[in-house]
């Protein structure tokens, strides 16, 4: 707990301290700014009882929290530089809309009129270099600084407060943190808190509801499974799963003695993307069939043509912001 005055100000769990003590332990050149600190770390958060829910907020959780020390003029670029990055990912995991919020100074806060007036005025004008809309959340920014919050939008309409990034010139005086800069003198950095998923555990939960359960390929656990028809399939089925296993596909293999349907439904049940299923007319034309787990039946294909059809669902596609 901090006092400013008569306030009393709570703080969140949070590594900042840690990576504040980092970056204070050596000196530092305006040639290595910015510098950017990560981690995934657990950390702890005294929810009520009645708050919590299931993985989607918990006590304890795991939060991909990064920090960036740079210089004052390099505060723009370096937020357009996240801004970029943070839509990447949204659009890699199948989140394409995105509400922005940029929340100003609140009632209780630290610092100066004059760093928050810029500290906005940056955050403002990266979102505008980005052509991202965004609204102003009056009031609702960090005690240290404003933030731009980003808020994903699941396919039920429900809207997720996910990302963030934060400026902080407050903490680096707390601090007492340096570098020299061009003209040979000490100098204040600037501190961006940002985290693009925020609690992994809760986006993880957003995921699952998003896609039903039926992931995009790439982020699948298992991507494939080859079922036969009769045993006389196998080592065609086996030389398939060698060579897909080869392309980096994570493919198992249902040789069981069991019904061709039984089998088909049970890999459709765990959402497996997709069912390779192999009769005698595969095997004579060395061709495959393809069904996904939505229950679409793609049209026979050769081993070449499947693997182009695969090539761009074994990666992560590049987002821009909309």
Not at 19 to 27: P, V
Not at 95 to 116: H, I
Not at 225 to 252: C, F, P
Not at 287 to 301: A, D, F, Q, Y
Request: glycine residues 6%.
């Amino acid at each position: 707990v901090e006092k400013e005055g008569e306030q009393t100000l709570a703080l969140k769990p949070m590594n900042c301290p840690g990576h504040f003590s980092l970056f204070a332990s050596t000196k530092h050149s305006y040639r290595e700014l910015p510098l950017r600190y990560s981690e995934f770390s657990k950390l702890h958060r005294n929810e009520r009882a009645g708050v919590t829910h299931g993985i989607m907020r918990t006590r304890s959780f795991s939060q991909d929290d990064g920090h960036v020390f740079l210089a004052e003029s390099q505060l723009q670029e370096e937020s357009m530089r996240f801004i970029q990055h943070l839509y990447e990912v949204y659009h890699a995991f199948g989140f394409d809309t995105v509400d922005v919020k940029l929340a100003t100074r609140p009632e209780k806060s630290m610092g100066t009129d004059e760093d928050w007036e810029k500290a906005e005025k940056a955050l403002a004008d990266a979102l505008n270099a980005s052509k991202v809309k965004f609204e102003i959340a009056k009031g609702e920014g960090a005690f240290y600084g404003p933030k731009i919050e980003f808020h994903i939008r699941d396919s039920i309409g429900r809207y997720w407060q996910c990302g963030t990034i934060q400026v902080d010139r407050s903490n680096p005086e707390r601090f007492d943190l340096e570098y020299i800069d061009s003209d040979g003198k000490a100098h204040r950095p600037v501190v961006l808190h940002r985290a693009v998923l925020g609690s992994l555990e809760r986006f993880m939960g957003i995921l699952i509801e998003h896609h039903n359960g039926h992931f995009p390929l790439w982020i699948s656990p298992v991507q494939a499974v080859i079922i036969n028809v009769t045993a006389d399939q196998e080592t065609y089925a086996r030389n398939l799963a060698d060579e897909m296993q080869s392309w980096g596909v994570r493919v198992e293999k249902d040789f069981r003695n069991e019904k061709l349907g039984y089998r088909i439904r049970e890999a459709q049940m765990q959402k497996i993307p997709l069912m390779i299923v192999l009769g005698q007319k595969e095997v004579e034309n060395q061709t495959i069939t393809v069904r996904k787990s939505t229950g679409e039946n793609l049209e026979p294909m050769t081993l070449d043509r499947f693997r182009e059809f695969l090539e761009p669902l074994l990666k992560p596609s590049g987002g821009k912001p909309h």
